[in-house]
């Protein structure tokens, strides 16, 4: 059974930091692109940042500097380290990865507020 499991948001003061996880199973793992996507209320669900089988990274535009992915093929993880938080970060964050098929996972909040 394909399971994508994410953890670590939560609430959390404009400038602060958060590292969210996304544990994976089911699937070959290394063989997946992996990637985190968000979705703020009333808004359209948006590429945060991606990663490849082979480690190469991008973020969007609006990111870069601030967020940074990675995946630990050891462990079947991949995380989403956010910097420098505002509080329009506040989003569901969802773990995805494709290779062919795809999976979502549930998501997990996160607000940034004062």
């Known amino acids: 059974q394909v399971q994508l499991v994410e953890s670590g948001g939560g609430l959390v003061q404009p400038g602060g930091s958060l590292r969210l996880s996304c544990a994976a199973s089911?699937?070959?793992?290394?063989?997946?692109?992996m990637s985190w996507y968000r979705q703020a209320p009333g808004k359209e669900r948006e590429l945060a940042a991606t990663?490849?089988?082979?480690?190469?990274?991008s973020h969007a535009d609006s990111l870069k500097g601030r967020f940074t992915i990675s995946r630990d093929n050891a462990k079947n993880t991949v995380y989403l380290q956010m910097n420098s938080l505002k509080p329009e970060d506040t989003a569901m964050y969802y773990c995805?990865?494709?290779?062919?098929?795809?999976?979502w996972g549930q998501g997990t909040q996160v607000t940034v507020s004062s």
């Open positions: 995805y990865a494709v290779s062919g098929l795809n999976y």
């Open positions: 990663i490849s089988p082979g480690g190469n990274r």
């Open positions: 089911g699937f070959t793992f290394s063989n997946y692109r």
